[in-house]
């Protein structure tokens, strides 16, 4: 299992997005608004750090996304 999460922390958010559907609604939760961005290069284990969220919501995150995948 810490191998599955140590892989997808360093796939792009993005590709994450299209390949897993409830990720982007995972994140609009958080008010993390990654499907308009037109770059998208940002690592999972990246987003997390960007917006700020306390140890709290980052730990609620990272438990919905890896739900999801």
């Given at each position: 299992m810490e191998e599955k999460?140590?892989?997808?922390?360093?796939v792009n958010i993005k590709d994450l997005i299209n390949e897993?559907?409830?990720i982007q609604q995972a994140?609009?939760?958080f008010?993390?608004?990654c499907a308009p961005c037109s770059l998208g290069t940002c690592?999972?284990?990246d987003v997390v750090g960007i917006h700020n969220l306390n140890?709290?919501?980052e730990k609620e995150l990272?438990?919905?996304i890896f739900k999801i995948i």
């Amino acid at each position: 299992m810490e191998e599955k999460i140590e892989k997808y922390l360093n796939v792009n958010i993005k590709d994450l997005i299209n390949e897993f559907d409830g990720i982007q609604q995972a994140l609009d939760k958080f008010e993390i608004g990654c499907a308009p961005c037109s770059l998208g290069t940002c690592k999972l284990k990246d987003v997390v750090g960007i917006h700020n969220l306390n140890a709290e919501n980052e730990k609620e995150l990272i438990s919905q996304i890896f739900k999801i995948i």
